[in-house]
């Protein structure tokens, strides 16, 4: 008999185990597969960073850190370079196999059990639940679910993520080639944005777009492959595909997403706990797993509700508001032209990418800036020059 059972041996599962066994609780983590590579950027910011520093000092992942983050635009002849501070609170972007693996050591090193087995089933039972996995069956007291996208623990304590809710990550490793840059372009046909990580031995590079957007993941490969191609990242002759769902939710789904019970709680992507914007969750899996541990030290799941009310869903509803306007073709115009003439805007980007500048206040700083003007500039200049081609075609027809 465990007192906590997590499935999930990911980020916020080990996490949660690693805080929890850390008390003297009896915590059984269930995973049939991790460690294992995630197919995505990879991108670790400060705060996530600062949130593991003792179980993972600096060095103990091998990682990237990045320099500078590169926009692009294809309609756009030059692009803009955001440069980032080398400082503990910038973007770094780690191998996610070992950083995964790490965390799940640190868990078992504070006295967590790690049952290597997939689970099939969870079902309640008179003081707990019981989880049946392809080796045996165990008891908890506690069930948290820490399996994903996919959870099969949301499945049976709530209902799965409908498809509305979730966006498709798909692209390429590109291995034997790395960097110290990512490169984004935001696009608007499907709405969101390709992207280029640089990993330890090779770079991460894929395209993210709404899972009911119409568009399937081969054709994103391919518009992907295109944009590698175009920007000379690597040779076709090292590519290795992958596909993954991300959680994405938009206002409505972040108003009172479930989260928990009276003996069970969903963390991390689980929970759909990612940024609607730039799809980034593992900040969020690692504080969602400290909330729980607490909140199940104190024998109180509502604890983990309020909290995850108060500090976590305020900023990702802000980030599904923006998130309309941010990937549409005038604003992502816009940007390339504002990076590259404003050092306020760059600094923005900056804090930003290195998650050290939040939703909550970002509209108050733009402001702050001025930039505003030069926003307006830069519209009225576009409008301009759109006007102008059509009186340009007729003169030369």
């Keep these: 008999m465990f007192d906590i059972a997590i499935v999930g041996g990911g980020p916020s599962g080990a996490w949660t185990a690693h805080l929890l066994a850390r008390t003297g609780a009896a915590v059984a983590i269930l995973d049939g597969s991790h460690p294992r590579e995630k197919p995505?950027?990879?991108?670790?910011?400060?705060?996530?960073?600062?949130?593991?520093?003792?179980?993972?000092?600096?060095?103990?992942?091998?990682?990237?850190?990045?320099?500078?983050?590169?926009?692009?635009?294809?309609?756009?002849?030059?692009?803009?370079?955001?440069?980032?501070?080398?400082?503990?609170?910038?973007?770094?972007?780690?191998?996610?196999?070992?950083?995964?693996?790490?965390?799940?050591?640190?868990?078992?090193?504070?006295?967590?059990?790690?049952?290597?087995?997939?689970?099939?089933?969870?079902?309640?039972?008179?003081?707990?639940?019981?989880?049946?996995?392809?080796?045996?069956?165990?008891?908890a007291r506690w069930l948290v679910g820490a399996d994903g996208v996919n959870s099969l623990v949301r499945r049976s304590v709530a209902s799965p993520l409908p498809r509305h809710q979730l966006s498709i990550a798909t692209g390429f490793y590109a291995r034997g080639v790395t960097s110290d840059e990512i490169v984004i372009e935001l696009i608007t046909d499907p709405p969101g944005y390709i992207w280029s990580f640089p990993r330890p031995d090779h770079l991460a590079i894929g395209i993210c777009a709404q899972a009911d957007a119409g568009v399937t993941a081969r054709v994103l490969r391919d518009r992907t492959a295109r944009w590698i191609r175009r920007h000379r990242l690597a040779g076709s002759?090292?590519?290795?595909?992958?596909?993954?769902?991300?959680?994405?939710?938009?206002?409505?789904?972040?108003?009172?997403?479930?989260?928990?019970?009276?003996?069970?709680?969903?963390?991390?992507?689980?929970?759909?706990?990612?940024?609607?914007?730039?799809?980034?969750?593992?900040?969020?899996?690692?504080?969602?797993?400290?909330?729980?541990?607490?909140?199940?030290?104190?024998?109180?799941?509502?604890?983990?509700?309020?909290?995850?009310?108060?500090?976590?869903?305020?900023?990702?509803?802000?980030?599904?508001?923006?998130?309309?306007?941010?990937?549409?073709?005038?604003?992502?115009?816009?940007?390339?032209?504002?990076?590259?003439?404003?050092?306020?805007?760059?600094?923005?980007?900056?804090?930003?990418?290195?998650g050290t500048q939040p939703y909550r206040g970002l509209r108050r700083r733009l402001l702050r800036t001025l930039e505003v003007r030069l926003a307006w500039r830069l519209l009225i200049s576009r409008l301009q020059s759109s006007r102008r081609a059509p009186a340009l075609a007729s003169a030369a027809d």
């Excluded at 780690?94 to 290597?116: H, I, N, P, Q, Y």
């Excluded at 993954?244 to 972040?254: D, T, V």
């Excluded at 593992?282 to 909140?295: M, N």
């Design 40 to 139: 995505c950027g990879g991108g670790l910011t400060g705060r996530a960073l600062a949130m593991v520093s003792a179980p993972l000092p600096p060095g103990a992942v091998p990682a990237v850190r990045i320099r500078s983050a590169r926009f692009v635009d294809e309609r756009h002849p030059d692009a803009a370079e955001v440069q980032l501070p080398d400082s503990s609170d910038s973007l770094v972007v780690a191998d996610r196999k070992t950083f995964d693996a790490r965390l799940l050591d640190a868990a078992c090193d504070s006295g967590a059990t790690f049952v290597r087995a997939r689970v099939l089933e969870t079902t309640r039972a008179n003081s707990g639940f019981l989880i049946r996995t392809s080796r045996d069956t165990i008891r």
């Design 237 to 354: 002759e090292c590519l290795e595909p992958y596909s993954w769902p991300i959680p994405s939710l938009g206002a409505p789904g972040l108003a009172s997403p479930p989260l928990c019970g009276q003996d069970w709680l969903l963390v991390g992507d689980a929970a759909g706990l990612v940024d609607p914007i730039t799809r980034e969750g593992i900040f969020f899996a690692l504080r969602s797993g400290e909330l729980a541990a607490s909140a199940i030290a104190a024998s109180d799941s509502r604890r983990y509700r309020a909290a995850i009310h108060a500090e976590i869903l305020p900023e990702l509803r802000r980030a599904a508001r923006l998130k309309a306007g941010f990937f549409q073709p005038r604003f992502t115009g816009l940007i390339v032209d504002a990076l590259q003439e404003s050092t306020a805007i760059r600094q923005i980007m900056a804090d930003l990418i290195a």
